[in-house]
T-cell receptor, first 115, second 109 residues
Framework: DTEVTQTPKHLVMGMTNKKSLKCEQH?????MYWYKQKAKKPPELMFV???????INESVPSRFSPECPNSSLLNLHLHALQPEDSALYLC??????????????FGPGTRLTVT | ELKVEQNPLFLSMQEGKNYTIYCNYSTTSDRLYWYRQDPGKSLESLFV?????AVKQEGRLMASLDTKARLSTLHITAAVHDLSATYFCAVDTTDKLIFGTGTRLQVFP
């Protein structure tokens, strides 16, 4: 199984809502990532988890809160978002992080619209 | 700060023609990836280049890496419409990937 799954595929939320994005992989990977991608732009790294611990936070606003409940799951909790947060949110995983050189596998993404 | 630049940003080419996309980066790295992205879709891995001089080929696409020049190329041979997509290179800095600006490729008859 070389698949990363993400739910939901689409999400529309108001600025006062609380919602969560979910990502799952069963490849035994120990590194998981959240990226944000705006239209016609490259993906931008948000968070990296390594062995279920937050390894990198790219100065992301606190209205985005990541969580890694176990080695297969990665969540992104959303609260009080702004319209400019509308984007495609991509999850990825890789075998490890420490030495690099491990290919990242991307999920299908969640298309988020904040109204 | 590491910068990864792709050239050109937009490429419109006729079917059957050849062309090369360039990816330049500003710091030392010997690991680079190429991805394809169709509109509204996720990233599909094309090539993994893990050493200086690495060359990989798949169908009409061939990628190479020159770590001394900090340059990777993605060569398209005899383009077909199905290759129309956005192509990203990404440089591995050990703990994260830095993506290039992307090249939007459009192949017309």
């Amino acid at each position: 199984d070389t698949e990363v799954t993400q739910t939901p595929k689409h999400l529309v939320m108001g600025m006062t809502n609380k919602k969560s994005l979910k990502c799952e992989q069963h490849m035994g990977h120990r590194a998981m990532y959240w990226y944000k991608q705006k239209a016609k732009k490259p993906p931008e790294l948000m968070f990296v988890y390594s062995y279920e611990k937050l390894s990198i936070n790219e100065s992301v606003p606190s209205r985005f809160s990541p969580e890694c409940p176990n080695s297969s799951l990665l969540n992104l909790h959303l609260h009080a978002l702004q319209p400019e947060d509308s984007a495609l949110y991509l999850c990825a995983s890789s075998q490890d992080l420490a030495t690099g050189g491990y290919e990242q596998y991307f999920g299908p993404g969640t298309r988020l619209t904040v109204t | 700060e590491l910068k990864v630049e792709q050239n050109p940003l937009f490429l419109s080419m006729q079917e059957g023609k050849n062309y090369t996309i360039y990816c330049n980066y500003s710091t030392t790295s010997d690991r680079l990836y190429w991805y394809r992205q169709d509109p509204g879709k996720s990233l599909e891995s094309l090539f993994v280049l893990l050493s200086n001089g690495a060359v990989k080929q798949e169908g009409r696409l061939m990628a190479s890496l020159d770590t001394k020049a900090r340059l990777s190329t993605l060569h398209i041979t005899a383009a077909v419409h199905d290759l129309s997509a956005t192509y990203f290179c990404a440089v591995d800095t050990t703990d994260k990937l830095i993506f290039g600006t992307g090249t939007r490729l459009q192949v017309f008859p």
